[in-house]
């Protein structure tokens, strides 16, 4: 049991510190402790961050993924050897800090050549310098690791319920089709075909046929009720 608290807590040290990344600042800083968190160094450098360089000078800040833990030999400036960083948003937030300032655009360079770099290696020509290292994240990243992996072992379920599904939606997409069609609506119902017309033509011949003998009827009745008054009227004179 003793074997395995000490195996933990040495696991979580290590945890912690790969978390952490070393820091140098070509200006003075106040910071002076072992473990700095990385939001409150931003704050310092926000607030320092328009005088942060004398006149004409351009702050070159890099961003290095390996970098060591060694302080540069005989360089004014302040070194941190652990500056703790929750995420990846703590390591913009130093970037941040002097665009919040209205200070002078820096130049940013990100290093991750995977090779270890010293903090000599860019203050040969830059005066005005900030060299941030890059923690590892590896806590952070096994927790993503893990959550994209469950992720996408959950996605893996509904796609092969949805298969079958996908077989046949071809045929239902040909009905989407066939209504997307701009289709004259006389040829599709086929309102006025040759066989309508020529049923109208005779229903309107025949209504023409009808009134006419009903007419003819109508006068042929008034004849006859004329001549039968003719009868009557010559009898009358017998």
């Not at 608290?5 to 952490?20: E, I, P, Q, R």
């Not at 949805?162 to 045929?171: H, K, N, Q, R, T």
């Not at 004849?223 to 009227?233: G, N, P, R, T, V």
Request: aromatic fraction near 10%.
């Amino acid at each position: 049991m003793k074997i395995l608290a000490g195996l933990a807590v040495c696991t979580g040290a290590a945890w912690a510190f790969s978390d952490t990344a070393s820091f140098y600042s070509s200006r003075e800083l106040d910071t002076s402790h072992h473990v700095v968190p990385g939001k409150d160094l931003s704050l310092e450098l926000g607030q320092i961050a328009p005088s942060f360089c004398a006149d004409g000078d351009k702050l070159h800040i890099y961003r290095v993924s390996n970098l060591a833990r060694v302080a540069p030999a005989q360089v004014g400036g302040t070194f941190i050897k652990n500056v703790h960083y929750k995420g990846v948003d703590d390591i913009e937030s130093v970037v941040d800090s002097f665009f919040a300032a209205g200070a002078s655009e820096p130049v940013i360079y990100d290093i991750e050549d995977g090779q270890r770099h010293l903090i000599e290696e860019f203050l040969t020509s830059n005066s005005c310098v900030i060299v941030q290292g890059k923690p590892t994240f590896s806590k952070i990243e096994t927790e993503k690791r893990e959550e994209v992996e469950e992720h996408e072992g959950n996605e893996d379920q509904p796609e092969a319920v949805d298969a079958p599904e996908a077989v046949g939606a071809p045929e239902e997409g040909d009905a989407p089709k066939s209504s997307k069609k701009k289709s004259n609506l006389f040829k599709e119902y086929q309102f006025f075909t040759p066989g309508v017309w020529s049923a109208l033509i005779v229903s309107l011949f025949l209504v023409f046929v009808s009134s006419t003998a009903i007419g003819w009827i109508t006068s042929i009745q008034t004849s006859y009720h004329a001549f039968e008054k003719q009868i009557d009227y010559e009898k009358k004179t017998e």
